[in-house]
């Protein structure tokens, strides 16, 4: 396995429209990960999925947000209407669900907004 | 929720000097996790370290999870270890992150 893999690497899209991002994470990791992180500021919390049961959505997601893991296997994140707030890297971990486990993250997905 | 304060935010420092990043938690954990965040911006696995010491190379970090706090030591610098240096713990089922210790290593 090569890890976390999430595509695109980079996305450009313009004010309104809708965008939607992928995640494969480790093949073995049943949990599953969103995250966005802004210029100078460390990664916040979006979403968590444990197999393909979507646990828990931070206040940071608005309803323009969803996000998707439908077999248990790669994920989704989507941002419809689109604004220039949501420009940010969006990224991808997963891990063995409990709290004693390592996360491991993906490259990342780095979304402008013109 | 859990929040997580990273010291330095800014460090310059010359090549194959050390250094020490401090990372205070504010409740008791399992789990704590050392990146490195490439200039690219993924997030490099450090240490995995809940509590104890662990070294990997030039790197070295310490975890006392009674007095809430991690350190991660940085031993005869190279400029490849510049970069953002994130702590992170885990609580309430995700990691919380610290805004980042901003490495930079000049030759």
């Known amino acids: 396995d090569t890890g976390v893999s999430q595509n695109p690497r980079h996305k450009i899209t313009k004010r309104g429209q809708n965008v939607t991002f992928r995640c494969d994470p480790i093949?073995?990791?049943?949990?599953l990960y969103w995250y966005r992180q802004t210029l100078g500021q460390g990664p916040e919390f979006l979403t968590y999925?444990?197999?393909?049961?979507?646990?828990?959505k931070s206040r940071l997601l608005s309803d323009r947000f969803s996000a998707e893991r439908p077999k248990g296997s790669f994920s989704t994140l989507e941002i419809q209407r689109t604004e220039q707030g949501d420009s940010a890297m969006y990224l991808c971990?997963?891990?063995?669900?409990?709290?004693?486990?390592?996360?491991?993250f993906g490259q990342g997905t780095r979304l402008t907004v013109v | 929720g859990i929040q997580v304060e990273q010291s330095p935010p800014d460090l310059i420092l010359q090549e194959g000097a050390n250094s020490t990043l401090r990372c205070n938690f504010s409740d008791s954990v399992n789990n704590l996790q050392w990146f490195h965040q490439n200039p690219w911006g993924q997030l490099i696995n450090l240490f995995y370290i809940p509590s104890g010491t662990k070294q990997n190379g030039r790197l070295s970090a310490t975890t006392v999870a009674t007095e809430r706090y991690s350190l991660l030591y940085i031993s005869s610098s190279q400029t490849t270890d510049s970069g953002v240096y994130f702590c992170?713990?885990?609580?309430?089922?995700?990691?919380?992150f610290g805004k980042g210790n901003q490495v930079v290593v000049i030759p």
């Open positions: 999925f444990q197999n393909e049961a979507q646990l828990e």
């Open positions: 992170a713990v885990y609580g309430n089922n995700r990691l919380a």
């Open positions: 971990a997963s891990s063995f669900p409990g709290q004693n486990t390592e996360a491991f």
């Open positions: 093949s073995e990791h049943n949990r």
